[in-house]
């Protein structure tokens, strides 16, 4: 279980959101959507750990984040707009990284390769990737080094239908294995039966996605 109860996050003097609450479960998926500004990025960055909320708690498996921040952090993946690429290591070798800070070998590389289609430019450094082939391989640390967690800020960015594809696919079968995933967007993407979480209301408002 991952729960936010009364989240509220504030930048400098700016209240970015209050108010939100949100329960998810093995399986679950939440999308959150809004207008830009509306805090879409501060709201994941707050399930991350990476901001601190003004008030409310998070929970993970029926214990207070704040209580043991290290061993939550282990079990998250967040993909933000920055990719966490090294220019100078190869594709193949920036997974390995990941892979190894899991405790996964060239299997788990393989597969995230294999996952978002990227197995071609295994040998090339990552300075000469499109902004499209970096997002991929941005996603596919979370097949190389898995975790129960995913925090995924905009993923599709810079992608085109295919890869789009094999996003939602690389979800569908995370959920289905028992895994939580969080997507913040404004595109289409298909996440069956997730919840939804509205952040452009004077409330954020939580139901059902419907037809995404």
Not at 24 to 40: W, Y
Request: proline share 5%; hydrophobic share 50%; charged share 20%.
């Amino acid at each position: 279980m991952f729960e936010g109860r009364d989240l509220a996050c504030l930048r400098g003097e700016r209240l970015v959101f209050g108010g939100v609450d949100f329960a998810l479960s093995a399986g679950d998926a939440l999308l959150v959507t809004g207008a830009n500004g509306s805090g879409k990025s501060s709201l994941l960055r707050v399930m991350a750990g990476l901001l601190r909320p003004v008030t409310g708690t998070l929970h993970w498996r029926g214990q207070a984040v704040a209580e043991d921040r290290e061993g939550f952090a282990a079990e998250l993946r967040y993909v933000g707009h920055l990719d966490a690429i090294k220019p100078v290591l190869t594709v193949a070798e920036n997974l390995a990284f990941w892979a190894r800070l899991a405790g996964q070998g060239p299997d788990a590389v393989a597969r995230g390769l294999e996952a978002l289609g990227i197995g071609h430019l295994a040998g090339l450094p990552a300075r000469v990737l499109s902004a499209g082939q970096r997002r991929r391989l941005g996603l596919a640390r979370l097949i190389a080094a898995p975790a129960p967690l995913w925090l995924l800020d905009e993923p599709t960015v810079a992608l085109d239908t295919a890869s789009v594809a094999a996003v939602e696919a690389a979800i569908a079968e995370h959920r289905a294995s028992g895994g939580i995933a969080v997507v913040s967007t404004n595109a289409p993407v298909s996440l069956p039966e997730a919840r939804r979480l509205v952040m452009d209301e004077a409330e954020p408002v939580e139901t059902v996605a419907d037809g995404w």
